[in-house]
């Protein structure tokens, strides 16, 4: 079949033509309103303990050192606790409208919490991951002030792999949408063309039937 033949298919199979294409359509608009941009926004933070709980930890400090009563003995139980309660709502709360935090506990390196941010734009990723790692740093502080750990033998947080630039994470609306369009104009030209082969195909066997000549059956008296 050409090309001329195609376009007389679709031409006669209209009706099939365009509500196909109409459905896919619709679901191109569909699609380009709902894969709005997002951004995305990685960071770690390590917690490490401050210069006054590693002088009063040393065995080796002179006299006057500050003692370690830190009931923390490590950085990772903290890391394990402060990464917890950042999936709080109260938390999540504090982060700019339209944006979401994933903090998590890296089990490879015990000390660090993995962060990352979403949002609509990339200011608004860039802003909540601000506003995630203060909330680190103050969560940290909170739950050794809780247990009356002096300021000077605290652990720390400090940044980890540093702020990564804002990545895009959805796919390009523009392009998804002229694919979804052009998977519609195939799919309708298919059913047209198929439809109409059937049908001319019928139409041929019909009227080459009904060109023979019908047999008669004589009846003897």
């Known amino acids: 079949m050409d090309v001329i033949e195609l376009l007389r298919a679709c031409v006669r199979r209209w009706y099939v033509l365009l509500p196909v294409f109409a459905v896919f359509a619709v679901a191109a608009v569909g699609l380009f309103d709902a894969s709005r941009p997002a951004y995305r926004v990685s960071a770690s933070v390590t917690v490490v303990p ?27 139980v903290l890391a394990v606790l402060v990464s917890r309660n950042l999936g709080l709502a109260e938390v999540s709360s504090q982060l700019p409208t339209g944006s979401a935090l994933v903090a998590e506990w890296d089990g490879r390196r015990p000390t660090l919490i993995s962060l990352e941010t979403t949002s609509g734009d990339a200011a ?44 895009r994470i959805t796919p390009d609306r523009q392009r998804m949408t002229i694919v979804t369009l052009a998977a519609g104009v195939l799919t309708a030209i298919t059913l047209s063309t198929v439809l109409d082969v059937g049908l001319r195909r019928r139409e041929a066997v019909r009227a080459e039937l009904s060109s023979r000549p019908r047999a008669t059956e004589t009846v003897d008296a």
């Open 50 to 76: 401050s210069p006054g709980l590693s002088a009063a930890r040393d065995i080796t400090a002179p006299e006057g050192v500050t003692p370690d009563t830190n009931p923390f003995g490590s950085p990772v």
């Open 124 to 167: 608004g990723a860039q802003q909540a991951m601000a506003t995630a790692e203060a909330a680190t740093r103050r969560l940290l502080e909170q739950l050794q002030a809780e247990r009356g750990v002096p300021s000077e033998i605290t652990f720390q947080a400090v940044g980890g792999e540093g702020l990564d630039f804002p990545v």
